[in-house]
Structure formats: structure tokens, C-alpha cells
T-cell receptor, first 112, second 116 residues
Framework: GNSVTQMEGPVTLSEEAFLTINCTYT??????LFWYVQYPGEGLQLLLK?????DKGSNKGFEATYRKETTSFHLEKGSVQVSDSAVYFC???????????FGTGTSLTVIP | ETGVTQTPRHLVMGMTNKKSLKCEQH?????MYWYKQSAKKPLELMFV???????ENNSVPSRFSPECPNSSHLFLHLHTLQPEDSALYLC???????????????FGQGTRLTVV
């Protein structure tokens, strides 16, 4: 079956620290992979995506590389800001079932 | 602004009330989804519609009744809810995954539902 596992939070970092949020997946076939971000009181917004092995998605200083050999899609940012405080969700799309599978979310708080 | 609009943003209802949540998208998508997001729980997929046909019902209680009159609109009709149904209800849409493999889901801002 399909599933996404991401690191438990909450994560608290100081401003300008390096961020890694781990995500691994199980999938049949060749899914596309996504990171979504959710700010308080809002819906989920797409942060970045990758559609095939070795693709790197990037946006707003965040990056993630689709690693088929380790079935991973870890989110990284070199220098976080207070405005990056949010909940981050890793997800995959399943062609066969026309569904998206989400991880449990990782809450990030960045302190000045 | 993601192109998916949900109304109302907040709703308080009694256990005997009947209400409806509305979702609208004009992105040309053919798939629409309802998700439930409760505190400290994973995002739960409730229903999936592809080309106006319901293709997924994840063992959702019958007090939740979806309706998809066309590809742009999705409703969630609510009746005789329980306090544990209080949550953020999110609507999403996407191209059908068979149409565009790399499509992402676009989410509305959600309806914060409180059942009293």
C-alpha cells in the first residue's frame, strides 16, 4: 500500500538555523512527492514537488530531493526565519487510486 | 489564494441541526476531495469525487453526506453531528491523476466546525 512517514514534532529552532524534516514513503508504482505548508487557521499550500527519481523541488529557500533508493524526500532549508513557523506535511500522489497520501505533519517553531 | 474557496469559514452548530459546507473551484479540475483535520490526528481523507462520481468513501458515518453537482462544486451536508466531529474540514481539488501525473492538490482555507 501507500503511506508517508515523517518525523514527529514539534521542532523548535533559532532563527538562521538549519532545518531538516525527514520524510520516507512506501508506494506502489512511481508516485509524485510533495511538501505542503499550513499556517495557523489556513488550509494547506503547496511548498514544492518532485515528480521522478533524483528530481529536486525547491521554493522559498526550501529544497527536497526525490530519492528512490532510500524512498525518502527530506525537506531542508539552510537558514530558517520566524515566518517559516508552520506545520509541514509530506505527501505522495497515487495514480492508481487517484488519491493523495499525507504524513502526520511536523510543527516547526522558529524563535528570534 | 489557491483558487479553491470554502464557505463558511467558521460554523457552530447544535447536534440536532442540519447545515452544509460548500467548496468551489474554477481551476478546471476534475477531482475534488473532502478531508477532516482534527487536533493531534493525521489528515483524514473522507470522500473523493472524480468527474462528479464518488470514487472513495473512507468509512465515513452517514451523518456526513457529500454532493458533487458538477466538477466545480462540492458540498458536505451535515446532520445530527456529535461533538467529536468538531474539526477543520478541508476541501481540495486536482486534475485527475490519470490526466496529469504530476498534478498537486489545491486546498481551500477550510471550515472550522464546532458541534455543541
Amino acid at each position: 500500500g501507500n503511506s508517508v512517514t515523517q518525523m514527529e514534532g514539534p521542532v523548535t529552532l533559532s532563527e538562521e538555523a538549519f532545518l531538516t524534516i525527514n520524510c520516507t514513503y512506501t508506494a506502489t508504482g512511481y508516485p509524485s512527492l510533495f511538501w505542503y505548508v499550513q499556517y495557523p487557521g489556513e488550509g494547506l499550500q503547496l511548498l514544492l514537488k518532485a515528480t521522478k527519481a533524483d528530481d529536486k523541488g525547491s521554493n522559498k529557500g526550501f529544497e527536497a530531493t526525490y530519492r528512490k533508493e532510500t524512498t525518502s524526500f527530506h525537506l531542508e532549508k539552510g537558514s530558517v526565519q520566524v515566518s517559516d513557523s508552520a506545520v509541514y506535511f509530506c505527501a505522495l500522489s497515487d495514480l492508481a487510486g487517484n488519491q493523495f497520501y499525507f504524513g502526520t505533519g511536523t510543527s516547526l517553531t522558529v524563535i528570534p | 489564494e489557491t483558487g479553491v474557496t470554502q464557505t463558511p469559514r467558521h460554523l457552530v452548530m447544535g447536534m440536532t441541526n442540519k447545515k452544509s459546507l460548500k467548496c468551489e473551484q474554477h481551476l478546471g479540475h476534475n477531482a475534488m476531495y473532502w478531508y477532516k483535520q482534527s487536533a493531534k490526528k493525521p489528515l483524514e481523507l473522507m470522500f473523493v469525487y472524480n468527474f462528479k462520481e464518488q470514487t472513495e468513501n473512507n468509512s465515513v458515518p452517514s451523518r456526513f453526506s457529500p454532493e458533487c453537482p458538477n466538477s466545480s462544486h462540492l458540498f458536505l451536508h451535515l446532520h445530527t453531528l456529535q461533538p467529536e466531529d468538531s474539526a477543520l474540514y478541508l476541501c481540495a481539488s486536482s486534475h485527475h491523476l490519470y490526466e496529469r501525473e504530476a498534478t498537486e492538490a489545491f486546498f481551500g482555507q477550510g471550515t472550522r466546525l464546532t458541534v455543541v
